[in-house]
């Protein structure tokens, strides 16, 4: 099964949010950052999970498209740290 966290385009976008964040001096935005790279790790494994096929969970798509869409902005959001430090 392929996962997310498994492909080339995840693993590129977490290592240079990974840099951009330590890149940020300003304790607050710093945190915010974080939170943002802890929730966009955490919504990458919930997506995970989702389409796991040795679940026993029934998948309820609406569910999934929702984790997706959130992935989706806090990726955007964390392009946006990493593009104001020019990372």
């Given at each position: 099964m392929l996962r997310l966290d498994q492909s080339q385009k995840y693993q590129k976008d977490l290592k240079k949010f990974q840099y951009a964040v330590s890149?940020?001096?300003?304790?607050?935005?710093?945190?915010?950052?974080?939170?943002?790279?802890?929730?966009?790790?955490?919504?990458?494994?919930?997506?995970?999970?989702?389409?796991?096929?040795n679940s026993n969970a029934k998948i309820d798509p609406r569910s999934a498209r929702d984790l997706v869409e959130n992935l989706y902005a806090v990726r955007k959001q964390l392009e946006r740290f990493a593009k104001d430090l020019d990372c």
């Open positions: 890149q940020i001096q300003a304790s607050e935005h710093k945190q915010r950052a974080e939170k943002l790279l802890k929730d966009y790790k955490h919504l990458c494994n919930l997506i995970n999970e989702s389409h796991n096929p």
